[in-house]
């Protein structure tokens, strides 16, 4: 089967080395890389894999299947740059936050065959094509408009054992599931530290841990029901469930617990890789849309949205990482509600 792949950064990177090993045809679409082949060099806990594929700056004029690994705000021009190659065919964005549906309906419009994937192992692009993979495993899929479906199974079978795929009925709860996960990021982006030192403090484990239960509330406010993914539990969904219904505190096993999946290679996290690769983060789809989201609702996320501004500072003004007991002082109210 041939596969055209939007995107082979970190994840989409991975997803296209254990594609090819699983003996698909490869064509990736790269504007950036104006030679006609790529190198995939795929390093880590799915093994070592290399090999040569098909490169060009979009899609060829038919593909079997589409799989855009871009992040969220470059999602729909991609889409629309490589409508020639994807109409008709069944299209797999893999992307966080949880506007990717309704960016990719309006840019390919309502026939389209689209499928949205939750990835849930952790990656790092080491280069051009070479990315290595840290830890964790899953790819979850569903159809966004809430159908499991032949389409679902279908391309998650093309992807190989080690990868644990899975299919949703409800892609729009599950990328709320995810969306709690991500706020992982914002602390290692903001202090320049991976997750495994950063969240051995108790303290920016409960910073992160308050992040998530305002994400659990307002998804729950929004009608989404939290399924359990790789990293999110039932035990998880269980203690923000208490802190919501009964103002229980939520511990910060809850983070540690997630990062404690990771093993001992130190885990970035996405926001913090593009800090480092002075690229365009996810701060916007992970922070700022759940604060935009809660405040069309009446609510607010006050630890989400400090947390979306100090990763501004970083990546928008170039601030200097903040040290811990600066972190302390800018989340005081929160450490001493804690």
């Known amino acids: 089967m041939q596969i055209g792949v939007i995107g082979a950064g970190a994840i989409g990177g991975t997803l296209a080395a254990l594609l090819h090993r699983n003996g698909h045809e490869l064509v990736i679409a790269s504007r950036r890389d104006t030679a006609n082949e790529m190198e995939l060099i795929l390093h880590g806990a799915f093994g070592e894999y290399r090999a040569t594929v098909e490169c060009m700056p979009q899609l060829p004029g038919e593909v079997d299947?589409?799989?855009?690994?871009t992040k969220v705000g470059d999602l729909g021009e991609a889409l629309r740059t490589n409508?020639?190659?994807?109409?008709?065919?069944p299209i797999l964005c893999v992307q966080n936050g949880v506007r990717g549906p309704e960016i990719a309906r309006d840019a390919l419009g309502p026939r389209a065959r689209l499928l949205h994937g939750l990835a849930s192992f952790a990656a790092r692009a080491d280069a051009p094509g070479e990315v290595t993979v840290t830890g964790g495993s899953g790819l979850v899929i569903g159809a966004s408009e809430g159908t499991r479906g032949s389409l679902a199974e279908a391309v998650a079978g093309l992807f190989p054992p080690e990868l644990c795929c899975s299919v949703t009925d409800d892609i729009a709860s599950a990328m709320w599931s995810?969306?709690?996960?991500?706020?992982?990021?914002?602390?290692?982006a903001i202090t320049d530290l991976p997750m495994q030192d950063l969240?051995?403090?108790?303290?920016?484990?409960?910073?992160?841990?308050?992040?998530?239960?305002?994400?659990?509330?307002?998804?729950?406010?929004?009608?989404?029901?939290?399924?359990?993914?790789?990293?999110?539990?039932?035990?998880?969904?269980?203690?923000?469930?208490a802190a919501r219904t009964s103002s229980a505190a939520v511990m910060p096993s809850l983070v540690t617990d997630m990062v404690?999946?990771?093993?001992?290679?130190?885990?970035?996290?996405?926001?913090?890789?593009?800090?480092?690769?002075?690229?365009a983060s996810e701060n916007v789809a992970l922070g700022h849309d759940p604060v935009q989201l809660a405040q069309d609702a009446g609510l607010m996320l006050p630890v989400v949205a400090h947390l979306a501004t100090l990763v501004d500072a970083r990546e928008r003004e170039r601030r200097a990482p903040l040290r811990l007991d600066e972190v302390r002082g800018e989340f005081a109210e929160w450490c001493a509600a804690s």
């Open 199 to 241: 969240y051995a403090a108790d303290d920016m484990a409960r910073i992160t841990a308050q992040a998530m239960v305002e994400v659990y509330e307002l998804g729950c406010a929004l009608g989404h029901s939290f399924p359990s993914i790789p990293l999110f539990t039932d035990a998880a969904r269980a203690s923000l469930e």
């Open 65 to 69: 299947v589409v799989v855009c690994a």
């Open 83 to 89: 409508r020639g190659g994807s109409l008709g065919s």
């Open 260 to 279: 404690s999946t990771f093993g001992e290679v130190p885990n970035l996290g996405s926001t913090l890789q593009s800090l480092r690769r002075g690229v």
């Open 178 to 188: 995810k969306l709690l996960v991500n706020q992982l990021n914002a602390l290692p």
